[in-house]
C-alpha cells in the first residue's frame, strides 16, 4: 500500500485575524483522485485502528471504496476496530431497496471488509416519526465520540450530505424535503423521476463541522463550478458546502477538471 504525502497546494483563509488552511489535492483522474483519497482514510484507520468514520455515497466515493478494499484483501488494512456514521438515507427506503444508502454502503464497502456491522451506522429510513429518527442518530454520533473522518462529497448545487442550499445553515440531524435540482441529479440511479424519494434523513452542517477531519472528493467538469463557489466565494448557506472554509482540518481531493476554473 502506498500512502500519498503529503504537500498538497494549502489555501489560506483569513477571517479577522485567525488562518484557516485548506488543503486541496489535484489528481489527473477519477483514478488517483480515489487512490488519494483512500490513502487519507488509510492513514486515520492506521494511526487510530478504532476510530469513527463518518462515511458518504454518491457515484464518487466508490473508487475510495475499491481503494480501501483492495488494500485490506492485501492485508494492509484492519477494520474490525472501526465504527462508522453515514450521512444520510432516503426518508422511505427499506434498507434492502436497492437505492437505500445502506444497501449502497453494504455492496460497496461494508460486506468487503472485516467492519462490525453492528458498528456500522445509517438513519432509519423506514422510521416515519422524523423527530424521533433525528433525534435518536444525533444521540448515537454523541455516544460513540463524535467523527474522527468524516468523507464528503459535493452536490450540483453545493450540497453535501443533504443538506440543501437554505437561507440559514441546519445544525443537527434533520429531515429535509429535496430540491428538484438534486432529484434530477439522482433520477439516474432510479426507474423514473417519479421513484425518486423527495425527503431524507441527514446529518446537519454543525454535526459535519464537529469532525475533527474533513475529507471531500469532487470529479467532472460539472463540479467545476460549484467547487470555485466552494473554495473562493463568500460563506453562505445558498452554497452549504462552502462552510468547510472555516473548518480547522479539511482536505480537499479534486480532478483537474473539477478544479478546471480554480486559480490555484
Not at 35 to 53: F, G, H, N
Not at 130 to 157: F, M, P, T, W
Request: hydrophobic content about 40%.
Amino acid at each position: 500500500m502506498t500512502l500519498w504525502k503529503s504537500g498538497a497546494p494549502q489555501l489560506l483563509i483569513m477571517y479577522g485575524k485567525v488562518a484557516i488552511i485548506m488543503k486541496i489535492y489535484k489528481a489527473k483522474d477519477y483514478d488517483e483522485l480515489s487512490r488519494k483519497a483512500a490513502s487519507i482514510i488509510a492513514s486515520q484507520v492506521l494511526m487510530k485502528p478504532d476510530c469513527v468514520l463518518g462515511l458518504a455515497t454518491g457515484s464518487t466515493p466508490i473508487g475510495t471504496y475499491k481503494q480501501l478494499i483492495e488494500w485490506y484483501n492485501k492485508g494492509d488494512l484492519d477494520f474490525s476496530g472501526v465504527k462508522s456514521v453515514n450521512l444520510d438515507e432516503y426518508r422511505g427506503l427499506t434498507r434492502d431497496n436497492d437505492q437505500s444508502y445502506y444497501y449502497f454502503m453494504y455492496n460497496n464497502l461494508f460486506k468487503h471488509v472485516n467492519i462490525d456491522l453492528a458498528r456500522t451506522n445509517i438513519p432509519d429510513g423506514t422510521e416515519p416519526d422524523s423527530d424521533k429518527e433525528c433525534a435518536r442518530y444525533n444521540n448515537v454520533i454523541k455516544e460513540i465520540g463524535g467523527v474522527d473522518l468524516q468523507l464528503l462529497g459535493l452536490g450540483h448545487n453545493g450540497h453535501i450530505g443533504f443538506n440543501e442550499p437554505d437561507d440559514t445553515f441546519a445544525t443537527l440531524t434533520h429531515c429535509v424535503d429535496l430540491q428538484p435540482s438534486t432529484i434530477e441529479a439522482n433520477k439516474r440511479f432510479f426507474a423514473s423521476i417519479d421513484d425518486v424519494p423527495k425527503q431524507a434523513y441527514t446529518m446537519g452542517i454543525q454535526t459535519i463541522m464537529q469532525a475533527k477531519k474533513v475529507l471531500m472528493v469532487v470529479s467532472g467538469a460539472d463540479k467545476a463550478d460549484i467547487l470555485k463557489q466552494v473554495i473562493s466565494g463568500p460563506v453562505t448557506p445558498h452554497v452549504p458546502a462552502s462552510i468547510l472554509q472555516m473548518h480547522p482540518d479539511v482536505t480537499i481531493v479534486a480532478d483537474e477538471a473539477a478544479l478546471s476554473k480554480c486559480d490555484l
